[in-house]
């Protein structure tokens, strides 16, 4: 996956860089320096940085010149990605928001090519992704439980915030409702607000008093995360009878006010985040359609709500069959998805499987990318094909 590409998707952790060299020295006659950074030399410049999660090891220069020729030759901000990756190992000497200096545009040095890592998918405009269970290293969940099972990087990882997943906030996992969250430090397309905070002790309403509170408090850092192309997630709202959508996500906006829905405001939300199922309801009757008829329920109240909040996309942040205990249930909701897609320009841009434990709706760990079907195959088997043919 291209990452850090400025509005388009990514994962929230990958990063494979590449090899165009663009630093800029801060004086042509003194040490070579880069990213405006008396610190950030050439030994930090010419450092490998390890970590398997995000590529392997590759120097400082390379993952910073990789970032700045895919990121709008941004040098600022590819120094700054880099340096928030590793902020205590060798590139975290080379942020421009933090070393005081500020960067003179000087012509670009000469540096000997560094090796070109196996590209991943190009594909920028996965539809699908996946909700993980909420882990103290959200990077290996992701590639644990998303990313290996579907044998696809591209995939979207919501990772159920924390302090290591700086991009979502979280009523359960973070402190303080993750108010004190710096959001410049999230680094992927997709910044996430409470996931279904009434059933937290919560109700839309606060959700809204305390998003505007935040983002008059880090406006600084909610401009330079967008400047970046990342958007914000309304709360994750969950579904119910027709109108509930609508009418919860009208509280939230209502309680925000006009900042919401203002664009050059650091309050305003880009998408609106559903949270939705299919269970045995959904087989009773006559002519019941499964989780077909389910998706396609929540796809009307999806264009519903939309229509109502300036045609708004719509990301369902969690999708999966309730009530079952059987990984071969949740078959017919992945084979189901395509219903949420019916034409190329739907209002829905992106369905996250819900592949993390359920508490509460009687699904338990049916829904694991992980789990083996009866046929042989896993449920990650199934979710990839079936996303790449929408």
């Known amino acids: 996956v291209l990452t850090f590409c400025p509005n388009e998707p990514i994962n929230l952790f990958a990063i494979q860089p590449a090899t165009t060299p663009a630093p800029s020295p801060s004086s042509p006659e003194a040490e070579q320096t880069y990213c405006g950074c008396p610190q950030c030399t050439q030994a930090v410049w010419d450092t490998l940085a390890c970590d398997d999660a995000l590529g392997g090891c590759h120097t400082c220069g390379s993952r910073i010149s990789w970032l700045q020729s895919n990121n709008g030759g941004n040098i600022d901000n590819a120094c700054h990605m880099v340096a928030s990756q590793f902020p205590s190992g060798p590139c975290g000497v080379c942020n421009p928001d933090t070393c005081n200096v500020t960067a003179e545009p000087t012509k670009s040095p000469s540096l000997p ?58 009523n359960h996992n973070d402190v303080n409702d993750g108010l004190d969250k710096d959001p410049s430090l999230c680094l992927g397309d997709t910044f996430y607000l ?73 309050a305003y939300i880009d998408v609106i985040a559903i949270n939705g199922f299919c269970g045995p309801w959904n087989f009773e009757g006559v002519g ?27 990301y369902f942040t969690n999708w999966s069959r309730l009530q079952t205990h059987s990984p071969d249930d949740q078959v017919n909701a992945m084979e189901a998805v395509d219903a949420f897609f019916p034409t190329p320009d739907s209002v829905v841009k992106r369905v996250y499987w819900f592949g993390a434990k359920d508490y509460g709706g009687g699904a338990e760990t049916s829904g694991y990318l992980t789990n083996t079907l009866s046929d042989g195959r896993t449920l990650g088997q199934v979710w990839h094909p079936k996303c790449d043919s929408i």
Request: with cysteine; hydrophobic share 25%; proline share 7%.
């Open 288 to 314: 019941s359609t499964g989780c077909r008829g389910g998706a396609e329920f929540l796809y009307g109240e999806a264009v519903s709500t939309s229509k109502a909040f300036n045609t708004l996309p719509v």
């Open 113 to 170: 090519p560094t090796p070109e890592p196996a590209p991943l998918s190009s594909d920028h405009n996965n539809k699908c992704g996946g909700a993980i269970n909420f882990s103290s290293d959200p990077k290996q969940e992701c590639l644990t439980n998303l990313w290996e099972p579907t044998d696809d990087t591209t995939m979207h990882c919501f990772a159920y915030g924390g302090s290591s997943d700086p991009c979502s906030l979280n």
């Open 194 to 266: 409470w996931d279904e905070p009434d059933t937290q002790g919560h109700d839309y309403t606060w959700a809204g008093e305390k998003w505007l509170l935040y983002s008059q408090r880090f406006a600084y850092e909610l401009e330079h995360m967008k400047s970046r192309g990342t958007k914000v997630t309304s709360p994750l709202v969950r579904a119910g009878d027709s109108g509930v959508i609508k009418s919860n996500i009208q509280a939230f906006f209502d309680a925000c006010g006009s900042a919401c829905s203002d664009q050059s405001d650091p």
